[in-house]
């Protein structure tokens, strides 16, 4: 069973900058897509960005494309997800997903982290 466990999360000032991981574990990593979500309170969890098995490919939502850089490193098994020049409206519970095979911009991930709290103030 693939296990997910994301760090990095926390309250930081608008404009500064954080990076969030993600470990994976119990399967091959290689062989999964990534993803990043985020849920804000009282809204859908929503995509900000996924990365293709070995990381040749990359989609960002559009309110984050040029501040966050989404990445993987398969010998450590692990993604990250760079966040620079954050805004309070980027505060949400930031969730890793995986997939078996391609990589989609969708929620449809087989497998979910608990999340990690990322607070911005203004």
């Known amino acids: 069973q693939v296990q997910l466990v994301e760090s990095g999360g926390g309250l930081v000032q608008a404009g500064d900058s954080l990076r969030l991981s993600c470990a994976f574990s119990?399967?091959?990593?290689?062989?999964?897509?990534m993803g990043w979500f985020r849920q804000a309170p009282g809204k859908e969890r929503e995509f900000v960005a996924s990365i293709s098995l070995r990381g040749r490919t990359t989609y960002y939502a559009d309110s984050v494309k040029g501040r966050f850089t989404i990445s993987r490193d398969n010998a450590k098994n692990t993604m990250y997800l760079e966040m620079n020049r954050l805004k309070p409206e980027d505060t949400a519970v930031y969730y890793c997903?995986?997939?078996?095979?391609?990589?989609?911009?969708?929620?449809?991930?087989?497998?979910w982290g608990q999340g990690t709290q990322v607070t911005v103030s203004s």
């Open positions: 119990g399967r091959t990593f290689s062989n999964y897509a």
């Open positions: 997903a995986a997939r078996a095979g391609a990589v989609v911009t969708t929620t449809n991930y087989d497998y």
